[in-house]
C-alpha cells in the first residue's frame, strides 16, 4: 500500500476521533521503540501506525485497550472472591502476640494541658543565663 487513507481504516475502526486517539497513541509506542509490525518504507511513525492499523497487522481491540491503561490513573484491583478463603469461626478469638496483646499494654494516666504546663515550667531553670542564648560572656 502506498498510501493511507482514513477510508482503508475506517473499514477497522468506524468511528474517526477514535481512529485518531488509536493511531496517535500506536505512534508514541512506536516512538518509544515498539516493535514495527510492517514495512516502513521510510515512513513516519503516524503513517506507519495508520498502515498498520489499516492492514490489520495490530488489532484495534489491543490498541483501544492500550490505549485505556496508559490514560488510567488508577488501576483496579481484583479483590479476591468472599468465598476463596474460609472464614474463621466467631467463637474462636484470634491469637496475640507479645507488645499487641491488649492486656499487656500499659494504662496512661490522662493529663489536661495545664497540668502539661506547670510540668513543663518546673523543668526550666529558675534564673534565665545572662548572655542570652549560647553567647560568649564578654565583659563579665
Known sequence: MA???VEDCVEKVTNRFELVLLAAHRARAISNGSEITIDPDNDKNPVISLREI???TIPPADLREGLIHSIQKNVEVDEPEPDAAPLLNSDRRPQTLGR??????TQMDPITEDQLLRGMESLTPIEPSSTGAGGSSRGR
Open 54 to 56: 489499516a492492514d490489520g
Open 100 to 105: 499487641d496483646d491488649p492486656m499487656a499494654d
Open 3 to 5: 498510501r493511507v487513507t
